[in-house]
Each structure stands twice: as structure tokens, then as C-alpha cells.
């Protein structure tokens, strides 16, 4: 009975967790209307297919493509809402006078908002060059720059992260697209720019290693996270030697990484180099900023910036590195052993190696129960300006026997070494931002 019992129990529990996973697995849910390109599966906006499964833990509907029995996964925001197959077709005449229509973005920061008015709560900030999908146009109150009306009107928009709300179409260029082939509405784009001009220019652009944006920040701050900054990183660019031969363009980046073969580069009536052959399109800022468009492997735009730097990434690295040493040598020397008579002996080997002994009071609270006394040292977080007059920094202990590493806020002074529980501190960025919530403190005494 209890063998039985504990069959159906488990039958229940499954049934459950499938009824959250897929919801209206039993023949279809109805139908919708596609709001973005999938160029991987050949769909274009407007087009109606029958939808058969909604996953919310996914965030996917599984539809058929029309005309085929074949399923495939599409993400829950580049289809409308399934409805009977009548209410749908009838809702499709809603879009049609944006058939195929998206945009870019002029002005960094252009506001989505909740309601086709000036004044209602922003939803989304666009980027810069940013493209998004044009819906239909509604019926708003109209916008003023202080010296009357500006020109355009309010349209329902989709950004290519799912977002929809209302903006404001003054700054926005509005162009055509159709299966992944962007026309705007000026003129063709690839019928623009292709000439020995643009192979120039796009030659100088090649010759230039273009790094993430993000390491600018880290110099000026001089927090360089030795993990997100390498000299491998960057936009590159790889011309073919010959008319006969594919140039390629590669993203190596912490967010992504991707390589595009492509037959020529052309320069479309934005301005912006197009990567025939691809979903890559590039746009020279200011001369040493470099905006990356392409469409990742999930379907999605994106966009990445990358940036010229006066500095040599290699010096920089190396500089870092060599301060790290110096800072651990520093308190290495200043022991190198140092005791506690509640919370045991640091004895430094050398700058990166610990002999931690006699820890028991800091198990399992700060220290795991599996850690074992052999203890190697790094300096992996910076702290902010607001702590440095009470910290030197963070050093992170990695006991032999702990997946992750334990983070202490320091302080060398003339008797010994003042560690703080930081474990619990709040990180950004690789900095810790302030103290935790009642921390335990250690003291050190210095020996020879």
C-alpha cells in the first residue's frame, strides 16, 4: 500500500512540475502573429502560425511553420498572443500599415513609455543606433520642444529584448526589413556606398585593435579586473587577400563571443558598414568608438561598443599584476607570521602562499568545515574611495578543500593585521561598495 501510495505521489509531483513547464500540450493553443524577423527559421513579421505549446519557464511557444508539420521553438515575445485563427487573421489588418517596418535609434536614452504621452512612466531607454520593431501608429497627445510641435507621431514599438510601449517617432529613422534584407526607405542599402572609398576606410578601421568600451573605466578607475581584461578581447576585422577569398569578423567579449565569414563590406545609407553575407553592421563614432550590431545565436539584436585606447593593454595588465605582488609582499614581510589567540596563526611562505592554523572558531560561519590550513592568496576586488581610509583592500583566501574563496577587507598597521569578514559585503563591479552587516573583525599580532 505505502509502495503504491508513494507511486502516486511522485506521478502527482511530475504532472505538476509538467503542467508549469508546458501549458495546452494537447493540440494547439491557437493562433499568432510573428513580430520579429527569424531569419534561422525563414519567418518574417506577419506571418500567422499555429501555436501548440506555451512555456513560461522556457519563455518559448512551439509553432509549426506554415505549410509544414514541422515544430520549432520561438520566443514569447516575437509572437502576439494565440486567439482563434478568426480573431487573429482579423487583428493582422492592425499592422499593416507597419508591414515590415523597424528602426533605429538617434538620440541615446529616447524613452519607451506606458501611454502615447509625454508625460507617462518611461518603460524602456533606448540606445544610440539601437534597432526596434514598428507596430502600428496610435493616437497620442502631441510632443513640444519649447518652441512648438515636434514633427512625427506616436507609434507602438518592440525592442528586440521583448519590451513594447509607445515612443515618439521624431528620432527614429524607420526603414524596411524583409527576411533579414533591410531596405530603407530613402533607397536600398546595399545600392549605397560600395566603392574604393569605403574599402579604405574600412582597411584603416581593420588595422586598429578595438577593445571593449568597459576597459576605459577600469583604467581611469584603475580597478583592473585581471578576468575581464585581456589583450585577446576586441572587435576584429580580417580582409580577404583576394576577390576570390571570405574576409572574416569576429566579437571576442565576455558577454559574447562569435566569428562571421563575409563577401564584402559596403556602406549602407546610415552611414554604418554592412558585413555582406552577415547579420553585422558597424558604426565609427567619434573616430575611436566602434559600434558593433549583430544578431547573436538566440535571434536577438545586439549591440556592443568598442573603443581605441591611447594606453598598451599588455602595460597595463603586467602593471596591475605587479601591484598585486607588491602589495602581498609588502604585508608578507611585515610578518611574516601573525597570531591570534581566538582565531590562530597566519604564517606567510612567501607573497602568495598561507599556513592558516588553529581556525576553529571561524568554522562553519566564515571558514567551511572542509577547509583545509593550506591557504593561497590574491587580490581579486578593489574597495571603494569611501573605504579606503579604514582598509588597505581585500585579500581573498582559497583553502585547500573550498570551491570559493573567502574575502577579508584589511589593514596593515605598525603591531599586526586587522582582517574584516567581508563574505556578506556587497560587490560591483569587482569593488566592494561598503561593510557587511555586522561584521566579525580579527586582529593579528606581527612575529618574526
Known amino acids: 500500500m505505502k509502495s503504491v501510495i508513494k507511486r ?65 521553438e520561438v520566443p514569447l515575445w516575437q509572437l502576439t498572443e494565440p486567439a482563434g485563427k478568426g480573431k487573429t487573421v482579423k487583428n493582422l489588418a492592425r499592422y499593416a500599415d507597419f508591414e515590415h517596418t523597424y528602426a533605429t535609434v538617434k538620440l541615446d536614452g529616447l524613452p519607451i513609455r506606458a501611454e502615447p504621452v509625454n508625460t507617462a512612466k518611461q518603460v524602456y531607454r533606448l540606445r544610440e543606433g539601437e534597432i526596434i520593431r514598428c507596430l502600428y501608429r496610435g493616437n497620442g497627445a502631441a510632443v513640444t520642444n519649447g518652441k512648438g510641435n515636434m514633427s512625427g507621431e506616436w507609434l507602438r514599438v ?4 521583448g519590451t513594447q510601449g509607445w515612443c515618439f517617432s521624431h528620432n527614429l529613422n524607420l526603414f524596411k526589413s524583409v527576411g533579414g534584407v533591410e531596405k530603407s526607405d530613402k533607397e536600398a542599402l546595399d545600392s549605397a556606398i560600395s566603392s574604393d572609398e569605403t574599402k579604405d576606410e574600412i582597411k584603416e578601421i581593420a588595422g586598429k585593435h578595438w577593445y571593449p568600451d568597459y576597459y576605459a573605466k577600469m583604467i581611469k578607475s584603475q580597478n583592473i579586473d585581471l578576468n575581464l581584461m585581456t589583450d585577446d578581447y576586441g572587435f576584429y576585422i580580417t580582409l580577404p587577400e583576394s576577390d576570390n577569398e571570405d574576409g572574416t569578423v569576429t566579437i571576442n567579449h565576455p558577454s559574447d563571443s562569435d566569428s562571421w565569414k563575409f563577401d564584402k563590406v559596403s556602406k549602407n545609407s546610415k552611414g554604418s558598414y554592412v558585413f555582406e553575407g552577415t547579420k553585422v553592421e558597424i558604426s565609427l563614432r567619434k573616430n575611436s568608438e566602434l559600434n558593433v550590431q549583430y544578431v547573436g545565436s538566440d535571434g536577438k539584436t545586439k549591440v556592443l561598443t568598442f573603443i581605441q585606447l591611447e594606453e598598451d593593454v599588455l602595460d597595463v595588465i603586467q602593471d596591475e599584476i605587479s601591484r598585486r605582488q607588491n602589495e602581498l609582499k609588502r ?51 578593489f574597495i571603494a574611495k569611501s573605504l579606503k581610509s579604514s582598509y588597505d583592500g581585500v585579500l581573498t583566501m582559497h583553502f585547500t578543500g573550498m570551491e570559493e574563496g573567502v574575502n577579508f577587507l584589511y589593514k596593515l598597521t605598525d603591531t599586526g593585521l586587522r582582517l574584516e569578514d567581508a563574505s556578506k559585503a556587497p560587490i560591483k563591479d569587482g569593488v566592494v561598495t561598503a561593510r557587511s552587516a555586522s561584521p566579525m573583525v580579527l586582529f593579528f599580532e606581527k612575529h618574526k
Not at 508546458?22 to 513579421?45: M, Q, R
Not at 518592440?158 to 529584448?161: A, D, H, K, M, Y
Not at 566564515?366 to 590574491?378: F, K, Q, R
Open 331 to 381: 604585508i608578507a614581510s611585515a610578518g611574516p607570521i601573525f597570531k591570534s589567540s581566538n582565531y590562530g596563526t597566519i604564517k606567510f611562505n612567501n607573497e602568495n602562499s598561507v599556513t592558516w592554523s588553529n581556525y576553529k572558531l571561524l568554522q562553519p560561519s566564515i571558514i567551511s568545515s572542509s577547509a583545509l590550513g593550506s591557504v593561497t592568496v590574491t587580490l581579486d576586488y
Open 158 to 161: 518592440l525592442t528586440s529584448s
Open 8 to 72: 502516486a505521489a511522485v506521478f502527482g509531483i511530475a504532472a505538476f512540475l509538467f503542467s508549469i513547464f508546458f501549458t495546452g500540450c494537447a493540440g494547439k493553443l491557437g493562433y499568432s502573429i510573428v513580430l520579429w524577423n527569424n531569419p534561422e527559421h525563414n519567418l518574417t513579421d506577419g506571418t500567422v502560425c499555429k501555436v501548440y505549446i506555451k512555456s513560461n519557464i522556457l519563455q518559448v511557444y512551439v509553432i509549426s511553420l506554415p505549410g509544414s508539420k514541422e515544430k520549432i
